[in-house]
């Protein structure tokens, strides 16, 4: 038959398990979050062939208790809302547990419960109020808070994210009609669908007859550019005991080399860990902070800089970070501390190899970017050269200053 959608095998007999993942991905656009918040939550509730928690609960055990979950994943251009599964394969259970595990994750999306031909009033109206709550409350999650704010700042995509205020007006606005229709114009959006495990080949067979929409085929996430013309600095005030503050860095001009691998082992011989530049400097040597680290965000090509610390301490942290990464910039560390940061991320590497979710995430980064397999990466990782971790160090330039500031 002709797909209007892919299926990507990952044959392995390491695992008990097989892991499914339907990726649905669309451009990303202003609303997508709010929408496809909402429909995480509803479409979790339950579905047609099982209308009650309690029935979902039932049928779940009787398959030997799969996993499901739903989640959104975004890059610059494109959103996407994953439907992953994980359940026993039939092979240490019963025959025809495959089907009926497929069928049971699927209903989830392809065929959740509705009533009069739209999600039920009562059920959105509890999934939009947790919602509402959960915006309302954000500033109660500082860390959270801070990094959404910053990344706000951060101007990434062809929008402008919306403050939490106005994104409340905007949910406020939802209707059980407009999330409903939104869920029908996903039927049109991209699908790719990943699986993990001993597959045997009924398993795209089962998929294939159990699918249907008017899907597209799946895009590539091309790597971001970013123009830094002057430094922003954002100051927020909160009634928190310890202040929050960020700084995002912006890399341009990277290699697929730099981005996936170079990228990670700057961003963990800066501020990876106890024996990092910044812990040293900024914790052990001047106790200027609680805590700090750096992360390094591939599909962005973002470095944050996150540190907690007494508002006092937020100009002796800049420089601090500025010195740390000047000093990779020069070459001033040693071939021991790069062979030790490269040990730690290839060990990494070797336990995601023991996971059949990092697998299978590993599968759609390599379909969606062309990421390496697993078992290339740590071969990958030993190329990494004092030259171009220094070298990385010079393609990333401070874009935003962000604190919210709290009563110390």
Same mark, same amino acid.
């Given at each position: 038959?002709?797909?209007?959608?892919?299926?990507?095998?990952?044959?392995?007999?390491?695992?008990?398990?097989?892991? =499914?993942?339907?990726?649905?991905?669309?451009? &990303?656009?202003?609303?997508?979050?709010?929408?496809?918040?909402?429909?995480?939550? $509803?479409?979790?509730?339950?579905?047609?062939?099982?209308?009650?928690?309690?029935?979902?609960? $039932?049928?779940?055990?009787?398959?030997?208790?799969? !996993? +499901?979950?739903?989640?959104?994943? +975004?890059? @610059?251009?494109?959103?996407?809302?994953?439907?992953?599964?994980?359940?026993?394969?039939?092979?240490?259970?019963?025959?025809?547990?495959? /089907?009926?595990?497929?069928?049971?994750?699927? *209903?989830?999306?392809?065929?959740?419960?509705?009533?009069?031909?739209?999600?039920?009033?009562?059920?959105?109206?509890?999934? #939009? /109020?947790?919602? !509402?709550?959960?915006?309302?409350?954000?500033?109660?999650?500082?860390?959270?808070?801070?990094?959404?704010?910053?990344?706000?700042?951060?101007?990434?995509?062809?929008?402008? $994210?919306?403050?939490?205020?106005?994104?409340?007006?905007?949910?406020?606005? !939802?209707?059980? @009609?407009?999330?409903?229709?939104?869920?029908?114009?996903?039927?049109?959006?991209?699908?790719?669908?990943?699986?993990?495990?001993?597959?045997?080949?009924? $398993?795209?067979?089962? =998929?294939?007859?159990?699918?249907?929409?008017?899907?597209?085929?799946?895009?590539?996430?091309?790597?971001?550019?970013?123009?830094?013309?002057?430094?922003?600095?954002?100051?927020?005030?909160?009634?928190?005991?310890?202040?929050?503050?960020?700084?995002?860095?912006?890399?341009?001009?990277?290699? #697929?080399?730099?981005?996936?691998?170079?990228?990670?082992?700057?961003?963990?011989?800066?501020?990876?860990?106890?024996?990092?530049?910044?812990?040293?400097?900024?914790?052990?040597?001047?106790?200027?902070?609680?805590? !700090?680290? %750096?992360?390094?965000?591939?599909?962005?090509?973002?470095?944050?800089?996150?540190?907690?610390?007494?508002?006092?301490?937020?100009?002796?942290?800049?420089?601090?970070?500025?010195?740390?990464? *000047?000093?990779?910039? &020069?070459?001033?560390?040693?071939?021991? /501390?790069?062979?030790?940061?490269?040990?730690?991320?290839?060990?990494?590497?070797?336990?995601?190899?023991?996971?059949?979710?990092?697998?299978?995430?590993?599968?759609?980064?390599? +379909?969606?970017?062309? %990421?390496? /397999?697993?078992?290339?990466?740590?071969?990958?990782? *030993?190329? +990494?050269?004092?030259?171009?971790?220094?070298?990385?160090?010079?393609? =990333?330039?401070? *874009?935003?200053?962000?604190?919210?500031?709290?009563?110390?």
């Amino acid at each position: 038959m002709k797909r209007n959608y892919n299926i990507y095998l990952n044959k392995t007999k390491e695992f008990k398990t097989i892991t =499914i993942s339907f990726v649905f991905q669309r451009k &990303n656009n202003v609303l997508d979050e709010l929408y496809r918040t909402l429909l995480r939550k $509803i479409l979790l509730l339950k579905t047609a062939k099982y209308d009650t928690q309690e029935k979902l609960s $039932i049928a779940s055990f009787q398959l030997y208790s799969p !996993i +499901v979950t739903l989640k959104t994943d +975004v890059s @610059k251009d494109y959103r996407s809302f994953n439907l992953t599964g994980q359940f026993l394969n039939e092979k240490y259970t019963e025959k025809g547990m495959n /089907k009926k595990n497929i069928e049971f994750i699927m *209903d989830y999306f392809w065929h959740p419960f509705l009533k009069d031909n739209m999600f039920d009033e009562s059920d959105f109206a509890l999934c #939009k /109020k947790k919602y !509402i709550e959960e915006l309302k409350s954000i500033k109660n999650y500082p860390d959270e808070y801070s990094l959404n704010s910053c990344w706000r700042e951060l101007n990434l995509y062809e929008f402008k $994210i919306p403050p939490t205020e106005e994104y409340l007006k905007m949910l406020e606005k !939802i209707t059980v @009609k407009d999330l409903y229709n939104y869920y029908k114009s996903m039927f049109t959006d991209s699908l790719n669908i990943y699986i993990t495990g001993d597959i045997s080949e009924d $398993i795209p067979a089962v =998929i294939d007859n159990y699918i249907y929409g008017d899907f597209s085929l799946g895009s590539v996430i091309k790597a971001s550019e970013y123009k830094v013309d002057e430094i922003k600095k954002v100051q927020e005030k909160a009634d928190i005991p310890q202040s929050k503050l960020i700084l995002a860095y912006k890399a341009n001009g990277l290699s #697929k080399f730099e981005n996936e691998y170079v990228s990670l082992i700057f961003a963990m011989i800066l501020g990876g860990g106890t024996t990092s530049f910044l812990h040293e400097e900024a914790r052990e040597e001047h106790s200027l902070c609680y805590y !700090i680290y %750096a992360n390094y965000y591939i599909l962005f090509n973002i470095m944050l800089i996150e540190s907690g610390i007494n508002s006092q301490n937020k100009e002796k942290i800049v420089k601090i970070a500025q010195k740390a990464i *000047d000093k990779i910039k &020069n070459g001033d560390f040693t071939l021991e /501390k790069l062979a030790e940061t490269k040990k730690i991320y290839k060990n990494v590497l070797l336990e995601a190899q023991d996971s059949p979710l990092s697998i299978t995430n590993n599968l759609i980064a390599m +379909v969606t970017r062309g %990421a390496d /397999k697993l078992s290339e990466k740590i071969a990958k990782v *030993d190329e +990494v050269t004092k030259d171009d971790v220094i070298n990385f160090a010079k393609k =990333i330039k401070l *874009d935003t200053i962000y604190m919210l500031e709290g009563i110390r």
